[in-house]
């Protein structure tokens, strides 16, 4: 370890130069990075088209209706869209694979204690997202509205999706663009450079604003540090997935920009307050996610310990 400061901490710098592949430019690992996640948003309209080309053929031959009536629901084509993110995961491990030559080590996916991991991120999520919302219930941003609609299965599906999605930025930013960076530049760059292309990567959503950039801008600091401390990539994906699950499909509040259709619970937002509440981006785009990111990130700082060899 270059120091007990975790952004000097050197071990992901260590197991990527371990592969011996040629760096590129920081900026052309950016471009790598846009065109990545444009190609695979392109790939998703695609997809999209096809189900519901299909589903118009099936509804004229089965019913002689020549109708776009019979299309897919505002659910379905928002749980193939998180399917779909699993082409982002791996087209992203055969760059780093095949073309870095990195090991799996360098990009946080390591069997030793995955599971315990992963289950210890959900619950770090879970808290610090709620935490958020009782900051805006306390302050008279929010208020509880009772039961939302929802079933079972489209729960499950939401879910599991949201691990595919969550799992997904996560080694796109963090397991690769971050180290691979920390590579050349040291963690500390990679650090605020992946943060920032995280947030830019969100700059087209609905409803987007400033403290929304500079909230996605914190999470990406938290998710990096987390990637850091924990030496693997379960922790802060398990966080990343379930922190979207429960804001959408468990507190019925939009996932950054995107409004939900079906949640267990309805939590209403004050207009007046949509600097602590976020408004229509939802609450990644207001001061309490603000705080509850900051509270995280220092608390990654003070408990930091340096940990030299991980094995599996």
């Not at 519901?52 to 053929?57: P, R, V």
């Not at 900051?135 to 929010?142: E, G, L, P, S």
């Not at 990637?227 to 509040?253: D, E, L, R």
Request: with cysteine; net charge positive; hydrophobic share 50%.
């Amino acid at each position: 370890m270059k120091n007990n400061n975790i952004f000097g901490d050197d071990y992901y710098e260590k197991l990527a130069q371990e592969g011996g592949g040629k760096p590129e430019a920081w900026w052309m690992e950016f471009v790598y990075i846009i065109m990545t996640f444009s190609i695979a948003t392109l790939g998703i309209y695609l997809i999209l088209g096809v189900v519901n080309i299909f589903l118009y053929a099936y509804n004229f031959i089965a019913f002689g209706k020549s109708s776009f009536d019979v299309t897919l629901t505002e659910n379905g084509s928002h749980i193939i869209n998180l399917f779909s993110k699993a082409s982002i995961i791996i087209v992203t491990i055969i760059k780093c694979r095949k073309f870095e030559f990195r090991s799996f080590a360098s990009m946080g996916i390591v069997k030793k204690g995955a599971v315990k991991s992963y289950i210890l991120g959900l619950l770090i999520g879970t808290i610090l997202f709620s935490a958020a919302v009782l900051i805006c219930i306390i302050t008279n941003a929010a208020t509880y509205d009772g039961e939302g609609k929802y079933n079972i299965v489209l729960l499950f599906l939401f879910f599991t999706g949201y691990m595919v999605q969550g799992f997904s930025e996560e080694i796109l930013c963090r397991g690769y663009f971050m180290v691979t960076l920390a590579k050349t530049k040291g963690m500390a760059f990679g650090i605020i450079v992946n943060s920032l292309l995280f947030s830019l990567l969100h700059i087209m959503n609905n409803d987007v604003s400033v403290l929304a950039l500079i909230n996605l801008f914190l999470f990406g600091i938290a998710a990096s540090l987390c990637f850091i401390k924990h030496k693997n990539i379960w922790v802060i994906a398990a966080i990343h997935s379930i922190w979207n699950f429960i804001q959408g499909n468990f507190y019925g509040i939009s996932v950054s920009g995107g409004e939900v259709s079906t949640s267990v619970l309805k939590v209403g937002f004050n207009d007046n307050k949509s600097l602590i509440n976020g408004g229509a981006f939802g609450a990644e785009g207001g001061l309490a996610v603000t705080v509850v990111l900051v509270v995280y990130i220092i608390m990654m700082i003070l408990t930091y310990k340096p940990v030299k060899k991980i094995e599996g």
